[in-house]
């Protein structure tokens, strides 16, 4: 819904009028930093000059009650409303592709509270991911999330594209420490969780908003589940004969009840491009890095032995655990130069999620139709296993194109339909924990069928206007 020229230029005064001149940007250098967040279509349009879309205004609230009065004004003026937080999503999800407003919610940078007995952290939407974990850890505490994202990333979106971190084997994905949300809606009121996040008070309405990407309303705060930073971190790299054997080890020992807080596990491409040059060291195969922790030190004594032996079972062997100690060290290096790549390459990670009983049928059909159907135009796929549940596991998927030539967005596209589709053949969900955006709306439609159209019957509800973040979820 591209807004009028009129409703344009009536908009920025009329949210200087009530937020403040300083509060509202409309000069084309401003605006520019809005064009792209890190989805690969849009930061090679905006390196073409032809970004896939850009602001027509900025508001920058430094209240929660600002962001209320925005929307009320928006939809007075009929103008579409994007969030953006630190920029940092894969997915397109905040590139204001329809022009009108983005609301960048860096201002609202308070830590409500710390609450050391109910073991909760309230923070608005602007916090820093890695300034809340400095302002934990004072206190012995953290918020297990770990995303790679958090030296950018925002505490609204880690909610509002239903992120994960490193750390989720042990203590789950962003909705599993989510406790309550404060989200401003499209007609300028509040929405608020009742106090308490287990209740028989009717259907939750909380995670409604978990995942939801800006098209029903903006996030302005969260109270997230904390726990005590652990007083034992231990390490453990393994090499397995082949992925199947890694994938039943470890699907034996969470089905045990051992929690390790991170396996992170490598195939054979994945180990030689991705994980060597990173941390150092020559190697080659099925590689597993494993992290263990916790409050007592024999408890996780014995969880690492207990894994490390069903590990064995499957014909594993222990390897330096000085390896795993590394990656940790280093486990953000892999998302920055060198490691990352840069334009002209064309680059994707198309993550996956699927049951143990699919796992193994996903994995080789991303091996048919991506790794071997674009291996003439030089893709390479590194795949590894990185996030585990109880019934299932995840694939992250990444693709490089050392260069994509003239027709790199159409061929970046043609990989996500190819692979996308060989996963939902196979069983799979094509999304784990990087949020919908741009990128996978068009896939919406075969992954919930008739949902969908709950979903939009939802959205029509609360956003009558259709101007909360348009495009996105295929909504």
């Known amino acids: 819904m591209k807004s009028s020229v009129t409703q344009l230029v009536e908009l920025a005064p009329a949210l200087a009028a009530v937020l403040g001149g300083d509060a509202v940007l409309t000069d084309d250098a401003q605006l520019d930093a809005y064009t792209a967040d890190t989805y690969w279509p849009a930061i090679h349009a905006r390196a073409a000059g032809a970004p896939l879309g850009r602001p027509d205004v900025v508001a920058v609230p430094r209240r929660e009650e600002d962001v209320a009065t925005i929307l009320r004004i928006a939809a007075s003026h009929r103008v579409p409303v994007t969030a953006w937080g630190g920029g940092s999503g894969t997915q397109g999800g905040a590139v204001a592709i329809e022009g009108g407003l983005v609301v960048d919610l860096r201002g609202l940078d308070t830590i409500v509270e710390i609450d050391e007995v109910s073991m909760t952290v309230t923070a608005q939407a602007g916090v820093n991911g890695n300034v809340l974990e400095r302002t934990l850890n004072e206190r012995g505490l953290m918020l297990p999330h770990y995303p790679a994202s958090s030296e950018w990333a925002t505490v609204g979106g880690y909610v509002a594209a239903r992120g994960s971190g490193v750390l ?223 019934w299932g596991t995840m694939i992250y998927a990444r693709f490089l194109i050392p260069d994509g030539g003239q027709d790199a967005r159409e061929l970046h596209d043609q990989v996500w339909a190819d692979g996308v589709t060989a996963v939902l053949a196979a069983g799979g969900v094509m999304n784990d924990h990087h949020g919908v955006g741009l990128k996978l709306a068009p896939f919406m439609q075969a992954q919930h069928g008739a949902g969908l159209e709950a979903l939009r019957s939802v959205k029509s509800a609360l956003d009558p206007l259709g101007i909360m973040n348009p495009g996105k979820l295929g909504l």
Do not use: C
Not at 189 to 209: C, I
Not at 377 to 387: I, P
């Open 168 to 390: 989720s084997t042990r203590y789950g994905k962003i909705e599993d420490l989510v406790l309550g949300l404060r989200v401003a809606l499209p007609d300028g009121t509040f929405f608020d969780s009742v106090p308490a996040p287990r209740h028989a008070v009717g259907p939750d309405l909380t995670p409604l908003f978990v995942g939801s990407e800006g098209t029903l309303g903006i996030i302005t705060r969260a109270t997230l589940e904390v726990v005590p930073a652990p007083a034992e971190r231990t390490f453990a790299a393994l090499h397995f004969p082949s992925v199947h054997a890694g994938v039943d080890a470890f699907r034996t020992a969470l089905a045990r009840g051992n929690r390790p807080s991170v396996i992170r596990m490598y195939d054979e491409e994945a180990t030689r491009r991705t994980l060597s040059p990173v941390v150092g060291e020559g190697l080659d195969g099925v590689v597993a890095i494993v992290v263990f922790e916790g409050g007592e030190p024999e408890v996780t004594a014995a969880e690492r032995a207990a894994t490390i032996g069903l590990a064995r079972t499957e014909g594993a062997r222990e390897l330096d655990p000085a390896l795993a100690r590394t990656w940790w060290d280093r486990r953000y290096d892999f998302y920055k130069p060198p490691h990352h790549p840069e334009l002209p390459s064309v680059w994707g990670t198309i993550d996956v999620v699927a049951s143990y009983r699919t796992i193994h049928d996903v994995h080789r059909a991303l091996q048919t139709a991506v790794r071997d159907r674009y291996a003439p135009d030089g893709l390479q796929l590194r795949m590894h296993f990185s996030h585990w549940y109880r």
